[in-house]
Every structure is written in C-alpha cells, then in structure tokens.
C-alpha cells in the first residue's frame, strides 16, 4: 500500500512540470567557410593563385589526382599550383565552431603544416653525409623519419618524390653492402621507406634493376625478417611489372625464383602474397621467349607450386584467388605444368567452384584451365576423365550459364568447345550443384 501510495504522488508531481516544446534550430554554415568543390565545411583552408579559396584535400585532388591546372570556380589556368594556407578564413572558421559548439559543431584544429621542401633537403643532404661515413643508424633513423612524413599526407609524399628522395634510397641501398651482416638492419629500412613512395618513376626502375641491387633484394628475400621479405617482394614486384626486359638477369641471380616461391609455399600476409603471385606471373606470363619461359615453368613446377596454388585456391580471398589461377593458368601452358594439374584431385573441382563465383578474370582463367586439362586429357588418351570429373561437379551447367551472362569472346569459343566434349558423356554421370543452380531453367 505504501509503495502504491508514493507512486500515485509521484504520478501527480509530473503532471505539475511545465515541459517546454522542443525546439528544432537549423544553423547554417557561412558559405564564405564551404569548399566551392565540396560545399562542406573547409578544414584546412587554402587559396590559389586566383583568390579563390578552397579545401586542401578537395582541391589538391583536383590539381594532382584529376590532372587539372585551372582553377575550379573560374577556369582561370593556374600560374602556380601550389595553393597557399588561409590562416584568416581558418581562424575565422575555428571562432564561428566555437560560438556554435552547442548546436553539434567542433572546433576544426589547426592542420600541422606540410613538409617543405627545404625540410626534405636537409634530411637527404644528413642521409648522404651519414652514408659516406658508414652510419648505417643514423641512416635508418633518417629513413623512419622520412615515412613519417610520407604518411601524413599525398602532398607530403609528392613534396618528399619530387626533391629527390628515390634517387638517395637507391644510392643508399647500393652503398650498404649486403655481406656486412650489420647493415642488414638498415637495408630493411631503405626497402621499407622505397615501398612508401610507390609508383618509381622511370629513372629509379631503371637504377634498382643494377645487378648490385637486385642482389640486395633476392638476399632480403632469401633471409630477411618478415616484413624485409615482405618489402622486398613489394619493391621486386614494382620492378617486374614495368619492365620485363631486365627478367633474365633477375632470375640468373642465385635463389632469385626459390625465395619468391617460397612467399607462396610459406606465407606470410595476404599483401605480401599478392605480390609475389604478381612477381611470379610477370616472369612466366608469353610475352617472353618459348624456351626461357618453358625453363622458368620447369623450375617453379619442381618447387611444388602447382600443388600449392591448388591447395590455396579452395579458401582464399578475391585478389589472391585472381592472381593465383593467373599464375596456374602459365604454367599449364607446358605439358608438364598440364601433368601436375591433372594428377591432382582438387584441380578440376576448385576450378568449378571458382566459375562465375568471384570475378570475371577468375572465371576466364578458370575456362582456359578446363579447356587446356580436356586438351591434354584427349592427348594421353584419357579424354574422359575431364569430362566425368568436371560433370560430376556441375561444371556443364555452369559453362552453359557462362554463354548466357556474356563473356570475352576466346572465353566464348572454349566455353563452346567444353561443352561440345561435355555433351558427349553427359549420359554416363551428372551431379548438379543445387546451391549454384536451383533456379536454373533447363533446357535440355
């Protein structure tokens, strides 16, 4: 009773309360603080050589990502397209996020200024001193500092390339030598600070392909630290895919191919796999010679990369799926490679799996493997093992899809081609995948 008694007191204490109806106050931002680009509030105000004052990271991307030298607003071509900072209109938005802090608006802080060039002259003129002077930790101090600042932003990084810095890792990375167990440390470090300035231009490729280097590189990947190898293979790889003419020197390096086959046979992180599959494909893919590439299938096959490319075919994510059925799909391309592909019992079925699955590329690799397995199985005088195998798992309702959603035209005629040999045998067995086609409308 005496708790009824003070709930019904309570009840009528409410009721006294005058309740104040809510209020909705829309505040409108200043548009002399929106980006002209963006129309948001600017951060890190700038203007160019016009007058016009924009958002950095809005108007940097228009200058350096999209290529343009006018000014946004006007058209007007830039006579600098360096935008300088507008202390003013920043201040000015700070004051006004301030007085308006109560209707959900913060303070924008005060951006740290950028590197300048002068900066990033100072540090590369100590990394050359330190060099000739055999300072390896003060040279790998220098090198953290410099990714430090490549980090903080794109124009940080463009400022810290454009001044020189590939040319002095380069030189620097030539000037440690390898057979100096210390330096081990520091040449890690140079790797490291080269991956966070990716893309190289021209001159630094073409000086990282000095046989000195390479070697570096192969020894880092041979015994170096996780993520030595794992930079290593990101700069090798860099190298690789822009120039396939300096292919034959990498591989005559002693334990050149061992030590990328075995980032595939032991990985060590999906970005690292990524790019030694890459690695791998640029130094079997035709656009080199019949016979160095035959040699080079030869070798990686003997390594058991063919049985390992399988076996990580069955779980593994959209970018190494793609690049791992590019890399098999080179390798079936000797007869040998098509041997090893055959004889194992996963091949056929993660092939199938892989069809209209994950991407387009995987499922025209996919295609050409099949079609190139049905090929040597009719060679060997087994033409119905691919048949029966790929059937049993559904393969012939896939490929008849594959017609249906479009493909490239090559993926087309072999798709036809399996089918045609399919046919054949599709009276002997047939296993449907449900879960792939239980939609599916047969018409046959």
């Given amino acids: 009773m005496i708790s009824a008694y003070r709930n019904r007191r309570a009840e009528r204490h409410a009721n006294k309360i005058k309740k104040l109806p809510d209020v909705e106050v829309e505040v409108t931002v200043p548009e002399l603080f929106r980006c002209p680009i963006s129309l948001e509030l600017m951060k890190d105000p700038v203007t160019l050589s016009t007058g016009i004052t924009y958002d950095r990271e809005n108007v940097e991307r228009w200058i350096y990502e999209d290529g343009k030298n006018t000014c946004p607003v006007t058209g007007v071509v830039l006579t600098s397209l360096e935008p300088v900072p507008n202390h003013t209109i920043r201040k000015m938005i700070q004051d006004w996020c301030v007085e308006n802090k109560s209707y959900g608006f913060d303070r924008i802080p005060t951006p740290r200024a950028p590197v300048s060039s002068g900066q990033v002259v100072r540090i590369l003129s100590k990394i050359v001193a330190m060099r000739g002077n055999g300072n390896a930790d003060g040279v790998k101090e220098l090198v953290v500092k410099i990714k430090v600042l490549v980090k903080e932003s794109e124009r940080s990084k463009r400022c810290i390339v454009s001044n020189g810095t590939p040319r002095v890792l380069r030189e620097t990375l030539e000037a440690f030598s390898y057979e100096n167990q210390e330096n081990v440390l520091v040449l890690e470090e140079i790797l490291s600070g080269l991956t966070v300035i990716l893309p190289f231009d021209q001159e630094t490729k073409s000086r990282l392909w000095s046989n000195q280097s390479l070697r570096t590189i ?104 793609e690049k791992a059925l590019g890399v098999l799909e080179c390798l079936c391309s000797i007869d040998e490679g098509l041997k090893r592909a055959y004889a194992n019992a996963l091949t056929i079925p993660v092939l199938v799996k892989k069809l209209l699955r994950v991407s387009d590329i995987t499922t025209e690799f996919s295609v050409s493997i099949l079609w190139k397995l049905s090929k040597y199985g009719k060679s060997i005088g087994e033409e119905e093992g691919v048949a029966i195998e790929a059937l049993q798992v559904g393969a012939f309702q896939k490929i008849l899809l594959l017609l249906q959603v479009g493909s490239s035209s090559k993926t087309k005629e072999r798709a036809c081609d399996l089918l045609k040999e399919w046919n054949l045998h599709r009276g002997k067995v047939e296993c449907i995948e449900s879960m792939d086609f239980k939609n599916l409308n047969r018409p046959f």
């Fill in 218 to 321: 192969v020894k880092i990947l041979t015994v170096g630290s996780l993520s030595g190898r794992r930079n290593a293979v990101l700069v090798l790889k860099e190298l690789l895919s822009t120039d396939q003419t300096k292919l034959e020197e990498f591989t005559k390096i002693e334990g050149s191919m061992e030590a990328l086959a075995k980032l595939i046979m032991e990985p060590i992180d999906p970005t690292t796999t990524n790019a030694s599959l890459l690695a791998i494909y640029h130094l079997v893919t035709p656009s080199i010679s019949f016979n160095q590439k035959e040699t080079l299938i030869t070798r990686f096959l003997e390594m058991g990369l063919t049985e390992r490319l399988v076996e990580m075919l069955v779980d593994c994510t959209r970018g190494v799926c």
